[in-house]
């Protein structure tokens, strides 16, 4: 079919569709999953429409308070809304009660019960999930509308990637705590920040000479973040089942409902999310083939940059502690490269993991002896829980040493335009 015209130039679903190996492929899916991998036409045309949507509500807070008084007065407004309610504020401005209100306001589809076993589920991955996720953003840094936020900002890149992606587990460890999105929970007011802080970053990029929005769209955009939330919920409940994981079905699908509502609040409305596993897989299909695979050397730095992110601790003094921070790194660069895909890893020109690639396997006769008992005496369930909670707290503190997530938006460049 014909590519309708509001995508970005580097939207090449319709481009590829007609290719023999993606023929293949589909034709494979229909033998083995029994329904097409490619979504119907109008899905996809939505996919990518949503490349040219961004977060309205919280782009109003930023022009008329971060842009118009200037950032130190955006954040001390937005801390003083989340530490004692926008009534505290002196004068809020409309535009911040309309941002309360907004995340205040329940989404139809919304399911508490749902959203704490999704929840519960991503919890249960421990520290692993965080090397994933991290390792499959690489895919990712192939892509300009990726890649080019990154790189113009210096987020991830050079020594910012260790700070930048420690940020990012923190946000991810305060959103699945237990009640973690209810209102006043620390979750909930780490996803405002960084809804604000992503609006903060569009708004800056928009207006750069470098940002080409007709093949790329809007900065962070709704598209990209749907991808995002993917990535924390149906791709690590299929991946990870290669490491001894055994999420059910039912698992992943409250995963992806979990990370719709932690999008919902961090302003990820996307005009179409997959309701079943089935249209999950139908998104990773047209994510597959619709790439175009041209941020060059920006996404290459910024791979490096990740593979590199534990290589040096600045708080490693004793020969103790830097032994530990040794074995960071190549465990760091084993999980990279095992979830990673060698046109990907060898193409960025990573560093070689050697064995370390199967550091990832070592534990899986006791991840999964651990998943079959949880699954055949369901009391265990809680025990799992807190040893996955203390697990990842004790590797988060480890690293941050005493610091706290800042979630502060980049205000000068790398490459000003």
């Not at 990518?48 to 309205?56: K, L, N, Q, V």
């Not at 802080?197 to 973040?225: C, N, T, Y």
């Not at 600045?314 to 060698?342: I, K, M, N």
Request: aromatic content about 10%.
């Amino acid at each position: 079919m014909d590519a309708p015209p509001e995508r970005p130039a580097e939207f090449l679903y319709w481009d590829r569709l007609g290719r023999r190996s993606v023929r293949a492929i589909r034709a494979i899916g229909r033998a083995v999953l029994g329904f097409d991998l490619a979504p119907p036409d109008d899905v996809v045309r939505q996919l990518a429409a949503m490349y040219y949507d961004a977060d309205p509500i919280a782009e109003a807070f930023v022009d008329e308070v971060y842009l118009g008084r200037g950032s130190s007065a955006g954040r001390a407004m937005l801390e003083l809304a989340l530490a004692r309610g926008v009534d505290a504020v002196p004068d809020a401005p409309a535009s911040l009660r309309a941002l309360f209100a907004d995340i205040e306001r329940d989404p139809p589809w919304l399911d508490w019960d749902r959203v704490e076993r999704g929840a519960r589920a991503f919890r249960r991955y421990g520290t692993a999930v965080f090397r994933f996720a991290g390792a499959i953003t690489l895919e990712g840094y192939a892509e300009s509308s990726v890649a080019k936020p990154l790189a113009l900002t210096g987020a991830y890149a050079g020594a910012t990637a260790r700070r930048r992606f420690l940020e990012t587990v923190a946000f991810w460890i305060a959103v699945s705590e237990p009640g973690g999105l209810v209102p006043g929970s620390a979750g909930r007011a780490s996803a405002l920040r960084v809804r604000v802080m992503h609006v903060f970053v569009r708004r800056k990029l928009l207006a750069h000479r470098e940002w080409d929005a007709s093949a790329w769209g809007v900065p962070i955009s709704q598209g990209d973040a749907l991808l995002t939330l993917m990535g924390g919920s149906f791709a690590p409940g299929i991946a990870m089942h290669a490491i001894g994981y055994m999420p059910s079905r039912d698992d992943i699908a409250a995963m992806m409902e979990f990370w719709r509502y932690v999008g919902h609040l961090i302003g990820v409305r996307p005009r179409w999310y997959p309701r079943t596993l089935a249209e999950a897989a139908q998104l990773a299909f047209v994510t597959a083939i619709k790439g175009a695979r041209r941020s060059g050397d920006d996404g290459r730095a910024l791979c490096q940059a990740y593979a590199r992110a534990f290589a040096d601790d600045p708080h490693a003094v004793t020969l103790g502690a830097r032994l530990r921070a040794a074995l960071e790194h190549r465990v760091h660069l084993g999980y990279t490269r095992f979830f990673t895909s060698r046109r990907t890893y060898h193409g960025n020109a990573l560093p070689p993991a050697g064995l370390w690639v199967l550091i990832p396997l070592a534990r899986l006769p006791w991840i999964a002896t651990t998943e079959l008992l949880r699954r055949v005496f369901p009391a265990l369930e809680e025990v799992v829980d807190r040893r996955a909670r203390r697990s990842r707290d004790r590797w988060f503190a480890r690293h941050m040493a005493g610091r706290a997530a800042e979630y502060r938006p980049v205000e000068r460049f790398t490459r000003e335009g």
